[in-house]
């Protein structure tokens, strides 16, 4: 296979200042709606990076569990890799690749834990068996088999079957708030619209348009 063969012509849509929400998480909310809508799979999913004290950088895909002009929220194990280098550098970046749209939504900002309250709410709403999944993996931490999992899963199963299933002390969510976010939407010939929205204040965003 000639992998420099494989190409796509991008001719499903275009981005202009005048369609333009002036605030990114308004736009933002607009193509995520109609990500939704086209029923592109895992629509809420995102790649998030982190960055080691070593400088390397690391990639995963989450889930984006909401959003608001305070930013964007997923959630995660705290003594996970990803948790350990946010804390020791929070500053992060997202990418929603909604490849059968031909666009894609970058944002780069700063991650910090959010309430217990807020966390306890969003776990609650879990099915039981994420709850109970919740408290089973050691995130990131190195295991010799699944089976380890599986024991202490079953084990798990039968401590919390009379009730519910409380909220790890480990667990919880991070808001990512928003320095920068660019909405790339593909277009024919590689001459992609893109757009960055730039943080002015807590309020104000400048917008430019930037060459493909």
């Known amino acids: 296979m000639d992998i420099g063969e494989l190409r796509r012509h991008y001719t499903q849509a275009e981005l202009n200042e005048e369609s333009l929400k002036a605030d990114p998480v308004e736009q933002f909310e607009c193509w995520f709606k109609e990500a939704c809508d086209a029923e592109v799979t895992e629509a809420n999913a995102m790649v998030l990076s ?112 009379k009730g519910e299933v409380p909220l790890p002390s480990f667990w919880g969510g991070y808001r990512v708030t928003p320095a920068t976010v660019e909405f790339w939407q593909g277009r024919p010939d590689r001459l992609h619209d893109r757009f960055l929205y730039s943080r002015t204040d807590e309020r104000d965003w400048k917008i430019e348009r930037l060459a493909p």
């Open 50 to 161: 982190t960055v080691a004290a070593d400088g390397q950088p690391t990639s995963r895909t989450v889930l984006l569990k909401s959003f608001d002009r305070a930013g964007f929220v997923f959630f995660t194990n705290y003594g996970s890799r990803k948790a350990r280098e946010i804390e020791a550098n929070a500053k992060v970046s997202l990418l929603f690749p909604w490849y059968a749209l031909e666009r894609q939504t970058t944002v780069t900002g700063t991650a910090a834990r959010i309430s217990s309250a807020e966390s306890l709410k969003y776990f609650l709403s879990r099915p039981r068996g994420s709850q109970i999944g919740a408290w089973v993996s050691a995130q990131s931490e190195v295991i010799t088999a699944r089976s380890l999992l599986e024991t202490k899963l079953d084990e798990l199963k039968r401590k919390f079957a």
